[in-house]
Nanobody, 122 residues
Framework: VQLQASGGGLVQAGGFVRLSCAVS????????IGWFRQAPGKEREGVSYIRYGVTYYRDSVKGRFTISGDNAKNTVYLQMNSLKPEDTAVYYCAAGRPVGSAWFVSSMYYYWGQGTLVTVSS
């Protein structure tokens, strides 16, 4: 099993970035895919989650971020719009089978990608 996160970079506040999580070793749907982020000096936090078209978002990104999956490419995307400096973090994708309401609990995930850095300048 391998998750490969990509798409990070430097972007100005108000801009956008699309992160990709390419999955190998299982088909989307076998596991849910979550996006997490960790800013310097802060704990890792759940950002969004998708499985079988059911999605969840943390409150601070609702209306700005959109998670989606492409079964043909076995890839999950995180479209991040209207970015803010506080969105700056290393973003990780992970695969697991969390109970829906616990999607943001990192210990519910079995496999993790290597992370991709998103830096939002003010």
């Amino acid at each position: 099993v391998q998750l490969q996160a990509s798409g990070g970079g430097l972007v100005q506040a108000g801009g956008f970035v699309r992160l990709s999580c390419a999955v190998s070793g299982f088909r989307l749907g076998s596991y849910g895919i979550g996006w997490f982020r960790q800013a310097p000096g802060k704990e890792r936090e759940g950002v969004s989650y998708i499985r079988y078209g059911v999605t969840y978002y943390r409150d601070s990104v609702k209306g700005r971020f959109t998670i989606s999956g492409d079964n043909a490419k076995n890839t999950v995307y995180l479209q991040m719009n209207s970015l803010k400096p506080e969105d700056t973090a290393v973003y990780y994708c992970a695969a697991g089978r969390p109970v829906g309401s616990a999607w943001f609990v990192s210990s519910m995930y079995y496999y993790w990608g290597q992370g991709t850095l998103v830096t939002v300048s003010s």
